[in-house]
């Protein structure tokens, strides 16, 4: 059995910061990558940052620079600072186990808007 569970969404103004976190319980050690997707009103999910368990990660282009992926592989937790969010950043962010498979969290809400 695997849990993941989000915190840190919440409503920021533009050009503000969020930190997100993904914490993943249970059977969890025959997995390698993490990953936050985003789904915006309307929108297909999309992949917004993955990192490997040795720290590598990839960026979808409209946040790099913005925003950073990390990991405590001994909290077996996830995070993803972002900084500098726009009103397109808006959307439920989820955090993801493995590559291609089921594992979802339950997605958090990040709203930016003035």
């Known amino acids: 059995q695997v849990e993941l569970v989000e915190s840190g969404g919440g409503l920021v103004q533009p050009g503000g910061s969020l930190r997100l976190s993904c914490a993943a319980s249970?059977?969890?050690?025959?997995?390698?990558?993490m990953a936050w997707y985003r789904q915006a009103p309307g929108n297909e999910r999309e992949l917004v940052a993955v990192?490997?368990?040795?720290?590598?990660?990839n960026y979808a282009d409209s946040v790099k620079g913005r925003f950073t992926i990390s990991r405590d592989n001994a909290k077996n937790t996830m995070y993803l600072q972002m900084n500098n969010l726009k009103p397109e950043d808006t959307a439920v962010y989820y955090c993801?186990?493995?590559?291609?498979?089921?594992?979802w969290g339950q997605g958090t809400q990040v709203i930016v808007s003035s």
């Open positions: 993801r186990l493995g590559i291609g498979t089921r594992y």
């Open positions: 249970g059977n969890i050690s025959r997995f390698n990558a």
């Open positions: 990192i490997s368990s040795e720290g590598t990660t």
